[in-house]
Every structure is written in structure tokens, then in C-alpha cells.
């Protein structure tokens, strides 16, 4: 029996319009973003993503003004995110100074001094009712510390992204990229933590956000509930992709990830992200399992597979979605196509409505294949794997390739066709992103806790925060392509008549 094995290597994947965020670009002379008099008000923490145009470091001959709310020559209740300039303690550093006045200003900075042009850094400035004024860059905890632990004061001037406020006239502006800004008035970070993502998450506590995901206009939209919308003046879209994550390689051959006998119960959707290390198509000579639920012995009750037919099968290659509530009784479903390039990424969601029954989607796109079967995934006693058959990992029917952003869901999410994203959505059973450094617990970000275990020896790899899908070729497609090319091919739709999976 011939199979693929191959080496897991890490993954930078160039994103697409699927998946890529916006940002703003600021020209450092004349741009920044108002975002009015309200926003900086009774704040206890600042957040964003930057990434310079150009290197900022100790030989910078000005203050370079990051997020600052400027008043007048008293500065009365100011504060300012800004690089400290050559000549001054710590020059290079960026600073989180608040002034109640002239003469009380209170600050913290950093304890790097040197910025990489192009590179993305998160910053948080907080201040702590209890442990006063910290910084964070990338999640870690700056030494620089002050025992400041008033939040930020009223008044009528106006925050800003990008240069020293109302002063225009001063040369103090911030070349470069920024995303993902949010002002918060409460302490988000008392230890070192996890960069959070884009798009950050919106709590009760959330004054003002600007995930600047529009693309196109002058205003910076504040995703809050208080709408504090802002203006920019004179800078550019810009597509980005910020994070870097990490996703599961699976060898093939001895690699899965056991979620235990709860996590798949109820589930109306399934949907991943996956990547194969060999290309998959019609001469796959056995089954490749995706997402699997195996009853132990011969009874086939309470299963349900998300896996690649082989070539026993009719229409091997594709992707078929299957549930077997009891012996002999299999309602399937499978994709157009059956040929999966390898190392592109793709998006598969399977979903059961109680309406219009089993459909699935690949890269967001309905496929032609419906069965009208209804029920939620049952009860079972039986784990749900990644990567395969179950628990019957004797029968060889492991995937070979990357898994991301598994999601089970009590909802029948998806109805029409979608953009398909990496960011969670609810409400969610079950949610394995994969982004644990190292370890054997795949953690679960939903409630339920339903963490997975990694079994045999699968490789955590770097991946872009969110992959770009990419159309999968049907046989159709490839034998045509200096003829018609027709996607989804219209001819590999249903695939009535298969009343059992072969065993």
C-alpha cells in the first residue's frame, strides 16, 4: 500500500484577500489619525500594534509622537506614547508619560531602544490601580516601573495617532504602520501575556477600538459601543497580516489529536483549516481522515468522518463528510473537487441544519453535493480525533499535512456561501487554535474546555496568523485549462447511492 510521508517544515504563508486585515500607514511629516475628546478620558490602558517605516533608535533627533493627547504649555492632563530622542535619558525608548501639569509628569519607558523598520511590535501601556504605571512590548514586562496609579484625566483636547497631538507644528511624527488600537479604562495586564491578535476583543470595558479593517475612507471606525469615530487625515490603506501562529503537523502515519468522548456531541459545524504535505487526489490509495469518530468493534453506531476517499471508493479524492447513526445507515456528503495541492491551504466547513440538512463548503463556497439528513452529531463514548480514524489508529487512515483553527459549534453557522476567517466564531463547543509554545494539550479556548491531547509526534510550525485558501483544482480543471476552465466543475456535483462507508 503506498503512502505519503514527508517532513513537517514551518510555514510563512503569504496572505490574499481572504484573509488579510488593513492597517494604517503614516508618512511621518504630515499624517495621523483625531480621534476626538472623548476617547482619552479615564484611561487605565492604551494598546496597539506599530511597525516603523524606517529604524527608530538613540540617534533619532526628535521626539516621535505614537498615541498623544496634547494641551497646552501648562501641559495639564496630558499623556503621550512617543520615542525619546537623542540627548535625553534613554533615547530611543518609547515612554508612556502622563502629566497632571507642568511640573507632575509621571512616566514609564522601555527597556528597548532600537525599533526595526518594517517589523511589528505590540505595545500595552497600563496603569495599574494597585501596581501603578507598567509597559509591555510583545507581551513582556518592561522593568521601568512608577507608583502613578491615577487613570488619565478629562479635557477638551483631542487624542491622536501618529504626531504630538494638537501641535501640528511640531516635527513629531511617527512614520510607519499602525493597527489594532484600543484604550481601555481598565488594567488589562498586570504579567506578561500573549499578544492578542487582531481584531482585539471588545469588553465592557472597551472606551474606544479601532481595528481599521474599512480600507477605503478617512474615517477610523470605533467598533465600541460609544462610537468615537475618528478622523484621518492624509494616511494610507494598507493590507497586513501582524502575527504569527502556530498550527499542528501531522506525519501521517502515527500523529493525531485525541479531543476525548465530549467535544463533537451536538455539534451542528465543523470547520478547519488544513494543508496537505502531498498532493491529494484520485490515486489516493487510502482513506486520509481529516476529523474522525470511530466506534470500537463492528457496530458503526455514533461515528462520524471528515476524510478523503481513496481509490475503493466512486470519486476518489474527494473530500466526504459521513455520519453512521447506526449500521448501514451512512448519510454522506462530498466536495466538487477531488484534487488538494500541496502546501495550500484550505477551509472546509461541514455543516447539518435542522432545515436544509447537510451541506458543505470549501473555502466558503456551497458545494453541489446535499443530503437531507438533519440531526446533530449524537452522544458517543467514542474519542473524536485529529488527523484520524478515531481511535483506530491500526487502520492507517492518517492525514498528512497541517491542521489550524478547529472549530465545533452547536449552530448551524453557515448557510450561504462566506469569506472564510480564522478569528473565533460563536457560539462554539469546541475551539483549538494550536497556539500553546510547546507541551502535549492542544488547549481549548471555549468554555467547555474540551482540551486535546497530541499523540505520536506531531510538530507545532509557524504559519501567518490567518492562511489564504486556495481554490482546489478539480481533474476537470486540469485537463481543460487551455480550453474551459469551470470552477466548481458542474459535472462532480451529488453523489447519490452510497449507503455505507467501506471498511
Known sequence: MHKFYSLCITMIVCL??????????????????????????????IELWFSPSNAIGPSNTELIGLVVRNTNSQNINE???????????????????????????????????SWQANKWYHIAAV????????????????????????????????TSIGNWGNRQDLNRYFAGKVDDIRFSTKALYESNFTRPCPDIAIDSATKAI??????????????????????INGGKWKKTAICNANAICLDGKDDYIDLGSKAANGTKTIE????????????????????????????????????????????????????????????????????WLKGKWYHVAVVID???????????????????????????????????????TDLDRNFNGTVDAVQFSDEAIYKDDFIPSCKTITP???????????????????????????????????????????KPTSIFNREQENNLQVYPNPSSGASPGYSSIAR
Open 354 to 392: 435542522s432545515q436544509d440538512g447537510m451541506r458543505m463548503f470549501i473555502n466558503g463556497q456551497q458545494q453541489s453535493d446535499t443530503n437531507a439528513y438533519n440531526i446533530p452529531l449524537s452522544n458517543s463514548s467514542s474519542i473524536t480525533a485529529i488527523g484520524s480514524w478515531g481511535n483506530r
Open 210 to 231: 479601532y481595528h481599521l479593517n474599512a480600507g477605503k475612507g478617512n474615517i477610523a471606525i470605533d467598533s465600541s459601543l460609544n462610537a468615537y469615530n475618528g478622523i
Open 272 to 339: 478547519l483549516w488544513f494543508s496537505p504535505n502531498e498532493e491529494i487526489g484520485p490515486t489516493l490509495s487510502n482513506y486520509s481522515t481529516l476529523i474522525g469518530r470511530e466506534h470500537p468493534g463492528s457496530n458503526n453506531i455514533e461515528e462520524f468522518n471528515l476524510f478523503f476517499t481513496s481509490t475503493n471508493l466512486p470519486n476518489p479524492g474527494r473530500l466526504r463528510f459521513s455520519v453512521e447513526e447506526s449500521p448501514g445507515s451512512v448519510f454522506s456528503i462530498e466536495s466538487d473537487t477531488n484534487r
Open 79 to 113: 499623556f503621550w506614547l512617543a520615542f525619546r530622542p537623542s540627548g535625553q535619558p534613554n533615547a530611543g525608548a518609547l515612554e508612556f508619560a502622563v502629566a497632571e501639569s507642568l511640573n507632575d509628569v509621571f512616566h514609564v519607558s522601555t527597556d528597548t531602544l
Open 16 to 45: 490574499g484577500g481572504y484573509a488579510q486585515s488593513s492597517c494604517i500607514e503614516l508618512n511621518g511629516s504630515t499624517d495621523y489619525i483625531n480621534l476626538g475628546n472623548k476617547v482619552g478620558d479615564s484611561i487605565r490602558t
Open 127 to 158: 496603569i495599574h490601580p494597585k501596581n501603578g504605571m507598567i509597559l509591555f512590548v510583545d507581551g513582556k514586562m518592561q522593568s521601568s516601573n512608577n507608583n502613578y496609579t491615577s487613570p488619565t484625566a478629562a479635557n477638551n483636547y483631542f
Open 428 to 470: 462554539s463547543v469546541g475551539r483549538w487554535d494550536f497556539n500553546e509554545k510547546d507541551g502535549n494539550v492542544a488547549i481549548d479556548s471555549s468554555v467547555n474546555q474540551y482540551h486535546g491531547l497530541l499523540m505520536g509526534n506531531p510538530e507545532r510550525v509557524s504559519i501567518e496568523y490567518c492562511p489564504e485558501p486556495q
